[in-house]
């Protein structure tokens, strides 16, 4: 299994994003989002099921992101809606066999990450 994201970039305050991790290989496997700022652990956002039967957040997201996947394109989704200066960071994919892992611990294969930035 092999995971590559996409869809980052520079956007302003208040502005959406949706972030695209496109998955080679066996697609039989729970995923999730992480971020890392500089010089900060690397942060859980959310994690889906493969059946999105179970989906969690991390408390700090409130509504503002949504995840989602497409089994048939063996692709997850990030939106990110209303985003803020310290929303700033690299994002991660990540996929794992244990479902509703909030730790990068719980997770096998990770992308090489995408760049967001938000200015103000």
């Known amino acids: 299994l092999q995971l590559v994201e996409s869809g980052g970039g520079l956007v302003q305050t208040g502005d959406s994003l949706r972030l695209v991790c496109t998955a080679t290989?066996?697609?039989?496997?729970?995923r999730a989002w992480f971020r890392q700022a500089p010089g900060q652990d690397r942060e859980f956002i959310a994690t889906?099921?493969?059946?999105?039967?179970?989906?969690y957040y991390a408390n700090w997201v409130k509504g503002r992101f949504t995840i989602s996947r497409d089994n048939a394109k063996n692709t997850a989704y990030l939106q990110m809606n209303s985003l803020k200066p310290e929303d700033t960071a690299i994002y991660y994919c990540?996929?794992?066999?244990?479902?509703?892992?909030?730790?990068?611990?719980?997770?096998?294969?990770w992308g090489p990450g995408i760049q967001v930035t938000v200015s103000s």
């Open positions: 889906i099921t493969w059946s999105s039967t179970r989906i």
């Open positions: 290989g066996e697609a039989y496997t729970n």
């Open positions: 990540a996929a794992g066999p244990a479902p509703g892992g909030t730790r990068p611990d719980a997770y096998e294969t």
